[in-house]
């Protein structure tokens, strides 16, 4: 939670200077950039620190892309209409990551079933253990676990053959998420640009000085004359 909060500040600040569009933008250039850095090192047995980079530079292009969203939608809604395209925004955010969550464990258990059930045919098991992992993998997916005991280096072979599908299955759906924030990246290129960058503060309208309240006069009176 600390890396999205923190890209949310620093988005904030610097929507002062360039455009909320902007913003978001390079938001999702980073999170499609720590995208690609998981999928490269996703391998069987990978530790923690090998993968931090990539999660660092994915929390903090969430909080650049999320803080950023709304200002982006209302900038070109009349504010009469602004509630309104505040509750359909989030609205559209919910429901597109609750699909997104769905596809991605969807991948990630049946691409692991796919590439378990493929090594389990070149694995150098037993036909009989061979036939109990398939159906073992095909029951229970990514959270597969061999029941029974199992004849002497067959247990290696198995553990090689999940861990191996595991990570492939993870790198599948992790592909697909870096496919679908790189076309937001580059769908964000049509938004079309404002005239000078989104002030979240509203301003309120100059109050009319000596001189132009003298000139004001001197027309009405003029007029009064006429």
Request: proline share 7%.
């Amino acid at each position: 939670c600390a890396l999205p909060i923190s890209g949310a500040q620093i988005g904030g600040r610097l929507v002062r200077r360039v455009s909320a569009t902007t913003v978001a933008r390079a938001g999702l250039i980073v999170q499609a950039s720590s995208y690609l850095a998981i999928i490269r090192v996703i391998e069987p047995g990978l530790g923690f620190f090998r993968i931090l980079p990539g999660l660092i530079g994915f929390g903090i292009g969430i909080g650049f892309a999320s803080s950023q969203l709304t200002n982006v939608v209302l900038s070109e809604v009349p504010l009469d209409k602004a509630g309104v395209a505040s509750g359909a925004n989030s609205t559209a955010r919910q429901i597109g990551a609750a699909l997104g969550a769905s596809v991605i464990a969807s991948l990630i258990s049946t691409r692991t079933i796919a590439h378990a059930v493929a090594a389990t045919r070149t694995a150098a098991l037993d036909p009989a253990v061979r036939a109990r992992l398939t159906a073992a993998v095909r029951a229970g997916g990514p959270s597969t676990s061999l029941p029974g005991r199992l004849p002497p280096g067959a247990a290696a072979e198995v553990h090689r053959v999940l861990a191996t599908s595991i990570a492939a299955g993870t790198r599948a759906a992790m592909t697909f998420g870096c496919a679908v924030v790189a076309l937001g990246a580059v769908a964000s290129m049509f938004i079309p640009r404002r005239a000078a960058p989104f002030d979240p503060v509203p301003r309120r309208p100059a109050e009319s000085g000596p001189e132009t309240r003298s000139g004001a006069e001197g027309a009405q009176g003029s007029l009064g004359h006429e």
